[in-house]
């Protein structure tokens, strides 16, 4: 891979996990005809192109660190026993990627009228009128149009032996700019995994 695509891919990465005022929308899906009771052991999967894990780039390291532990944690929590790969049940990988995207609101300023009845009396030296009427005006709006990325972190299950996907955990937030620290950005990279991992195995939440 490219130095240039692995410097990226970290900032994608920094930027994601360090979403920490940007709400995270989490889901799930698997194989229905998979038996998970049968897994009781996994190995990680080889690093692939999606991945931010690299050698190149010395921050990749300590992103995929921090991701490899708590899926380490949670997984152990859960009863399943990290071994070597010839010998796991199933296969664990992630990735990490963004996309671009528009959102469009529209207000009201309240700098036109909205409809309604007028009246009003005129009066003249030699005249006086008197009248009603109805009247209906478009309020003034403002639209508001604001570029930015989303950002998805996916957590794949294969199966050991036929190396296919059998279970997809993501979650996926507005990326962000703000600057944490590494403590902050350690613990948010091990709530979402932790809520991530919580759909898995499937039926036992």
């Given amino acids: 891979m490219k130095i240039v695509q692995i410097i990226a891919m970290c900032g994608v990465a920094l930027a994601f996990l360090g979403c920490s005022s940007n709400p995270v929308t989490y889901g799930s899906d698997f194989k229905a005809t998979v038996d998970f009771a049968n ?5 990680w999967h080889a690093p692939n192109e999606y991945n931010v894990s690299s050698k190149a780039y010395a921050a990749n390291d300590i992103v995929d ?4 532990q708590s899926v380490d944690v949670e997984l152990l929590k859960k009863g399943f026993t990290q071994v070597d790969t010839e010998k796991a ?8 990627t963004s996309e671009d995207q528009l959102d469009i609101r529209t207000y009201n300023t309240y700098n036109g009228y909205s409809s309604g009845w007028n009246h009003g009396a005129y009066y003249g030296s030699h005249y006086r009128y008197y009248g009603v009427g109805y009247g209906a ?9 604001t570029h930015y990325k989303q950002g998805t972190f996916v957590l794949d299950i294969l199966g050991g032996k036929t190396d296919k996907l059998v279970w997809r955990g993501t979650a996926e937030a507005r990326m962000s700019k703000a600057e944490l ?15 991530v991992l919580s759909a898995f195995p499937p039926g036992q939440e």
């Fill in 89 to 96: 049940d199933f296969l664990v990988n992630y990735s990490i």
């Fill in 181 to 195: 620290t590494a403590e902050e950005r350690e613990a948010k990279i091990a709530s979402i995994v932790k809520n």
């Fill in 65 to 68: 660190e921090r991701i490899r």
């Fill in 137 to 145: 005006y478009k309020p003034e709006v403002e639209t508001k149009v």
């Fill in 39 to 43: 897994y009781k052991t996994y190995s």
